[in-house]
């Protein structure tokens, strides 16, 4: 039988290959510093495709929109694709593959050495997304990709600490990751047993309501209306 596209799975590759290829555009399109401006773009894409992939579940969960765990794996890899390619523009253009000076931003510059941390899980988390890895690592498998939830924060971390200003006494450029970091938190919340169970009472007690008065409907309504 003939499989039917998976339209939304199909827009998640469009929308990512066209933002890699206006990525590539914008580097060799910016007068200015193509290196800068490409390292805080792909970073920005890269988190912006790791908390669409934390939406998903909560989107299943809450909405009943079946289709969005469809989606997840394709969204948590495209984050790693431009995780990778942040990290390449970073290491290989900015810093040139020089060992001795990588080591020294990495452990001069704290916020490095958590996008670092964020990039091995996610590099984790991707390469054993297969199913081949599924069946290896059985129950393991789910609780390694646990650590999903630990890559989020990391990145939003990262961030907050790359931005010019200061989170903790509100100054600065904080408002973005700010933002971010609250869609994590309420997308982490929203994983919580007693949060998924109320949400799914809500939906069942809305659809009933719903769908009441179809159910009733065989009823013929007698009067000069009819
Ligand atoms: C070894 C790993 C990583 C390195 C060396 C690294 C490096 C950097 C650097 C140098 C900046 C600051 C750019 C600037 O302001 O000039 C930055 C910003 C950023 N990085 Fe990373 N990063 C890493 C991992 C990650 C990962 C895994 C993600 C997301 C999944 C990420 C997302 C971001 C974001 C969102 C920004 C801020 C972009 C903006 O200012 O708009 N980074 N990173």
Redesign the pocket.
Known sequence: MKRKPNWLRLTVHALAWGLLVWLVWSFINDPINPI?AT??????I??V??VLSLAATPTNTLFGFRQAITVRRTLGLF??M??GV??LI??VL?YGLDWSLLRG??FE?P??????T???I?LTLAVTSFKWWMKRLGKNWKRLHRLVYL?AP??VV??SW??KGDVLRLQG?IL??LA?GLAVALLLIARLPPVRRTATHLRSRLTQRLSGPVAESPQPVEGPNR
């Open positions: 800068q390292t805080k773009r792909s970073g920005y890269a988190l495709f790791l984050a790693f431009f995780a942040h990290f970073f290491s900015d931003a990495i510059k916020f490095v050495l958590v996008g670092l964020a990039l091995t996610l890559a990391l990145v990262h961030y790359s931005v450029d973005q990751p971010f």
